[in-house]
């Protein structure tokens, strides 16, 4: 029988997919998810080009996309284990740089975030859009009440510079 701590033992994990559309990409996520255990993925770069659900083989991907033309709106998502769905409250897809994920805990409730940031933009017209991500970002999590804890995951793109123009 299981102790206590293993029964509430949580285990996520965040990967930058590069790229989901082939099925075979998701096999390879559950392969890695049941070899180690994990719980729930936090999904980068899905290249999905629409909001959908997907149960396959124990587990469901949950992928957000605000956008089913333009390249550049990489996508989010989740790869949840089946077992973890009597604890999830709801999910949220909110764009192709944000989604969120509820679940019930021993007290008050998790909130798991997973987040693309596009590059640090060398040209000056991609700026924006790093700008509209990381204001996206903030005005979701403002929006989380401090009754509810909160774990944000994801690729971030970050540059830390010494100077910069």
Not at 22 to 43: F, V
Not at 126 to 148: G, M, V
């Amino acid at each position: 029988m299981a102790s206590h701590t293993e029964e509430c033992l949580l285990r996520v994990v965040v990967f930058n997919v590069r790229g989901m559309k082939e099925a075979a990409k998701r096999e390879q996520i559950i392969q890695q998810m049941k070899r180690h255990r994990i719980d729930i993925a936090c999904l980068q770069e899905t290249n999905i080009p629409n909001s959908s659900v997907e149960t396959r083989k124990g587990h469901t991907f949950i992928f957000s996309s605000s956008s089913t033309t333009n390249k550049e709106d990489w996508g989010v998502g989740f790869c949840i284990k089946n077992s973890f769905e009597k604890y999830r409250n709801n999910y949220i897809q909110h764009s192709s740089n944000v989604a969120t994920l509820e679940l019930s805990m021993h007290g008050n409730p998790l909130v798991i975030a997973t987040t693309y940031i596009p590059h640090d933009a060398v040209l000056p017209q991609q700026q924006p859009k790093r700008t509209a991500a990381w204001e996206e970002l903030e005005t979701i999590l403002n929006n989380i009440t401090d009754a509810k804890n909160t774990i944000i995951c994801g690729d971030f793109n970050a540059s830390i510079h010494h100077r910069k123009e």
